[in-house]
Structure formats: C-alpha cells, structure tokens
C-alpha cells in the first residue's frame, strides 16, 4: 500500500529521510494496491484500500490474501475482501501477551480482534510470546503454525566476516580506545525504546569503578538524540562533526560520571554490521510495545552477544537465561549493569549459538508456508482434478 523505505521516505521516529540500501522488489512479480492519498505505514486511518481488492483476488486467481497484522485499516478490509472473494486468510502479526492492557479495554479488545480472528484461517506465529496471544483468544493448535521472526542470517555473518579484520580500525574511527568496553544501542533515540537507561548503566559502572572503560556507541538517530549528547561526553558525533577525525579517550578530559559516547548516525542495512563488529556487546533496554527485537537477531548472526529487557518480545526465545545469554527487567538499571558486566566477564571466544540461529531463520519461515500453500483448498482441488 505504499512505497515506504523503497523510495526516499520520512520515517517520523527516525526524524529524517531514508531508504534501504538493499533491493526488496527484485525476484518475484509485485504490485501496490492503490491506497488512500498521503498513506504511510504508521497510520491506521490513512493506510487505507481505494480499490476493490475483492475483484482483483478473482482477476489474479489468488488462493491467498496474507496481512501482517491489524494496525492499518487496509489489513481489515483486506480480510473481509478476502472472505467475500472466497480465499484464505493468513495472518502474521507481531503483537504479543507481554504488554499489560488496562482493565476498560480488554473487553473491548477481546470483542474488536475476536471478530478479526473469526475471519482467519491460519495464524503465522513469531515467537512465543506471539502464539501465546492467539491461545488466550481460543485460537487452536491446528491453526497456529510457526514462522519465526528472522532475519538475512547469511547476509549478516558474511558481512561481519569480511568486516572483522577492520574492527580496530572501525572502532579508531568511532573514538572508541582500543582496550574499552563497548556497548551498542542500535535502533530509534525514542521513549518506547529507553536509550536514557543504557546511559544510566554506565554512569553507574564508571561512578563505582566496576567498568571505568565502558564506551557508548549510539547507531540511529530520533528525537531523544540531543538529551543522549547532552548527558554523554561525545567523542564522535557523524551527524556533526563530517569531515573531523573522532577523537581517542585519552585525549579529553569526561565530565565527570558522564559515559564516553559515539554516535555513527543512521546507518542503513548494509552498513549497520560495522557498528556489530566494532561492538562488545548489545543492548536493546525497551519498554512494552518492543514487538519483537530484530537487532538481537541481527547482534547474534553479526557474533556479538545481545542484552535485552524482558519487555522485548524476542528476549525468551533468543536471550532465556537456559542458554547462557542475557535479560533483565524492563528499568532496573542495576540489573542492566549487571548483566554488562557478565557479558564482559565472559569469554569473548565463545562462538555464538549458531543452532539457535537456525531455529529463526527464513528458511523456517519458507517451510512452513510451503507447506501451508499446498494444503489451501484451490491448489488441493487442482491437484486433484490434474
């Protein structure tokens, strides 16, 4: 329904214009469905059909309409076209049972996505957390199928692989010292995401003496980036200082309990693994209303380790305290810093758990709905009569 990220685009959270920097189109035939004037992927009432997707389901044969869940209105008039048009309707949403809802709206809530739910035919699950959602609506084990979230693994590794011989390098360009411990936050500078927290564990490492050499690197950009610089002592800043070299932890004096910080800007898909190899370590600290956490999945394919809140919906199935890695509550900062230093205190040798990487990977997701296409009723009665 729109271009989004495939043509230059504002994204409001980011506070600027971008693109991605990898094809998404090529490969396979595509069309966009006509949508309402100004519609952009953040909007419910915007994002809306202007066509009539029921004729264009009978033109085309389709045998099924997939929706990658119910936050814009085009997903729902998409599931009453596909019901009308007679296909089946897929459903992959994101959303999970971690977020605490207020009283007044779980009835409300139970009604409005119950009727949604009574339409679909098959639930693409994400995670735990995800299906645990469908269950507490009543939706069946025969209906849910799993299709994990992932990421381009082998993209990520190779990309890392050719990256590593640069990691000094890359981190002298930062201003990040050779010997300090450094510590990734990748994504939006946005309340719901909590960057303010990593800061906070830092200043409580370097204050106590426990970690004196931890190095902030802030890949992204958003609103929340100038309160980061103010309370940081910025060695590098890319959106400022183009052009200037960074410069090393020894060659300024930080104010005093403020962490030593770095800020690479935004850095699109293929340039976001330097930042995960320049990087000891990962943390995604978010609040409820993190759906999932891609950069964790991104972190592990890249063989950096990962630290993420147990607000974050990929926490229990990629970062369980069972496999060794890391979680901490939702804004307990100490724990937070507790959990950095663990990470440093482990052996950086350790190679990351590449079988847990293949549990969330495309090609699960490629399985599944393989599977799934050749069981829908049209293909079935194709099959048959050929």
Not at 30 to 54: D, I, N, Y
Not at 145 to 168: C, E, I, K, M, S
Not at 326 to 336: E, I, K, N, P
Request: net charge positive; aromatic share 10%.
């Amino acid at each position: 329904m729109t271009r989004h990220g495939v043509e230059p685009s504002l994204d409001y959270e980011f506070g600027m214009m971008f693109r991605w920097d990898i094809d998404t189109l090529s490969g396979y035939p595509h069309q966009f469905l006509k949508a309402a004037q100004g519609a952009v992927p953040w909007s419910f009432r915007r994002c809306r059909l202007t066509e009539s997707l029921r004729e264009r389901l009978r033109l085309v044969g389709a045998r099924v309409v997939w929706i990658q869940g119910w936050q814009v209105a085009g997903y729902w008039q998409a599931a009453r076209e596909a019901k009308a048009a007679g296909t089946e309707l897929w459903l992959r949403g994101e959303s999970n049972d971690l977020a605490p809802n207020q009283a007044w709206k779980r009835p409300l809530k139970r009604i409005v996505l119950g009727q949604l739910f009574s339409r679909v035919d098959r639930f693409l699950y994400v995670g735990s957390a995800n299906r645990r959602l469908y269950r507490s609506f009543g939706i069946p084990e025969s209906r849910l199928h799993p299709t994990p979230y992932a990421v381009d693994n082998r993209r990520f590794v190779g990309q890392a692989a050719a990256l590593r011989p640069q990691r000094w390098e890359l981190r002298r360009r930062w201003g990040v010292a050779d010997d300090a411990f450094c510590v990734l936050f990748c994504g939006k500078f946005i309340k719901k995401k909590r960057p303010m927290d990593v800061v906070k564990a830092a200043r409580l490492l370097r204050s106590d003496g426990r970690l004196p050499n931890i190095h902030l690197l802030f890949a992204g950009s958003g609103e929340l980036g100038e309160a980061l610089r103010r309370i940081c002592t910025v060695v590098h800043d890319a959106e400022r200082e183009a052009g200037k070299p960074a410069r090393s932890e020894g060659s300024f004096s930080a104010r005093e309990g403020a962490p030593v910080a770095s800020f690479t800007g935004f850095l699109n898909q293929t340039e976001i693994s330097r930042a995960y190899v320049a990087a000891d370590c990962l943390v995604l600290p978010s609040e409820h209303g993190e759906t999932w956490g891609l950069v964790v999945n991104e972190a592990l394919a890249s063989g950096t380790p990962a630290i993420a809140s147990t607000s974050c919906g990929c926490t229990e199935d990629l970062l369980s305290s069972s496999s060794g890695r890391r979680s901490f509550v939702t804004g307990d900062v100490r724990a937070l810093a507790e959990a950095l230093l663990a990470v440093r205190g482990a052996d950086p040798y350790v190679p990351q758990p590449m079988e847990l990487l293949a549990k969330y990977d495309f090609s699960k997701t490629v399985e599944t709905v393989q599977n799934l296409y050749a069981s829908t009723k049209t293909y079935a009665r194709k099959q048959c009569s050929s």
